[in-house]
Nanobody, 121 residues
Framework: VQLVESGGGLVQPGGSLRLTCTAS????????IGWFRQAPGKEREGISC??????GTVHADSVKGQFAISRDKNTMYLQMDSLKPEDTAVYYC?????????????????WGQGTQVTVSS
């Protein structure tokens, strides 16, 4: 069971990035999936997730209207627009075998290694 993120990097304020997370060793069909981030000196926080049951999504207030999560078979995506310096963090994807989704880190047993996103001019 493995999740691998890609797509991070350095972007200027106002720019966009799309993160990708690919699963191997299992299929995501029965899993809720989520994106989390951890900034230096801060706790890991949930930002977006998508349910297995009906494709419903949940977004943290801090990213509503700015980030979009999607999934396609064994891959999940996080489209990030209008990026701000405070979005700088290591971004992680995660999966949990449950129908609905939430933004609580303790509910997700499967994690990727993280990808760095830096927003700076």
């Amino acid at each position: 069971v493995q999740l691998v993120e890609s797509g991070g990097g350095l972007v200027q304020p106002g720019g966009s990035l799309r993160l990708t997370c690919t699963a191997s060793g299992f299929t995501l069909d029965s899993y809720a999936i989520g994106w989390f981030r951890q900034a230096p000196g801060k706790e890991r926080e949930g930002i977006s997730c998508i349910a297995n049951s009906d494709g419903g999504t949940v977004h943290a207030d801090s990213v509503k209207g700015q980030f979009a999560i999607s999934r396609d078979k064994n891959t999940m995506y996080l489209q990030m627009d209008s990026l701000k310096p405070e979005d700088t963090a290591v971004y992680y994807c995660a999966a949990a075998r449950m129908r609905a989704c939430n933004l609580l880190t303790e509910w997700y047993p499967h994690w990727g290694q993280g990808t760095q996103v830096t927003v700076s001019s």
